[in-house]
Structure formats: structure tokens, C-alpha cells
Nanobody
Framework: VELVESGGGLVQPGGSLRLSCVGS????????MSWFRQAPGKERELVAR????????NYAASVKGRFTISRDNAKNTVYLQMNNLEPEDTAVYYC?????WGQGTPVTVSS
């Protein structure tokens, strides 16, 4: 199983980023996929989750209305569209397929 995230970077407050995570080595379409994040000195926390068909999603209260999780099962890819970013969103963002984690992609929100 391999999960590879991309799309992180430095963005100003109010800006947007789209993270991508490509999965391989498992039947991607059957798995609930999630995005987590871990800020310096803090525990890893769930950001968003999407069920296998993409019809149901969950969000942390802190990102609801600003972030959107989606998936393309034909491409084995899950996305996290992040809008109106805030400095508090600064963290390493990780993709998760239940038992497996990606290496993370860092997001820094700063002016």
C-alpha cells in the first residue's frame, strides 16, 4: 500500500491550495479516505473524510465551509480543496486509508 500526497506549499492568508493523494496497492474505491493534519507541537487531527462512493463526507468544525474533500476512484485519487486559508491551518497534511499513511505534505499559511 502506498499513499503519495502533493500540493502543499506556502500561501498567504485567504488563499487556496488543493492537495492530492494518489493511492496504490489496494482497491482504492472500497476504502474510506481521510485527510489528517498535524501542527507543530500538536496531536494529529482529522480534517475531512469521504466514504467509498464519495456520497458522504465529514469535516472538522474548524474547516467546515472552507475545505472540500472529493475523490476520483478512476484515478485512485482523493483531493482536499482548501479555501480561505488561515494561519491556524499551518500543518503537515496526511492522507489516510484506514491502516496506511502517506508521507505528508506541508502547508504554511503566512503573510
Amino acid at each position: 500500500v502506498e499513499l503519495v500526497e502533493s500540493g502543499g506549499g506556502l500561501v498567504q492568508p485567504g488563499g487556496s491550495l488543493r492537495l492530492s493523494c494518489v493511492g496504490s496497492g489496494f482497491t482504492f474505491s472500497r476504502y474510506i479516505m481521510s485527510w489528517f493534519r498535524q501542527a507543530p507541537g500538536k496531536e494529529r487531527e482529522l480534517v475531512a473524510r469521504i466514504f467509498s462512493t464519495g456520497g458522504s463526507t465529514n469535516y472538522a468544525a474548524s474547516v467546515k465551509g472552507r475545505f472540500t474533500i472529493s475523490r476520483d476512484n478512476a484515478k485512485n485519487t482523493v483531493y482536499l480543496q482548501m479555501n480561505n486559508l488561515e494561519p491556524e491551518d499551518t500543518a503537515v497534511y496526511y492522507c489516510n486509508s484506514g491502516n496506511s499513511w502517506g508521507q505528508g505534505t506541508p502547508v504554511t499559511v503566512s503573510s
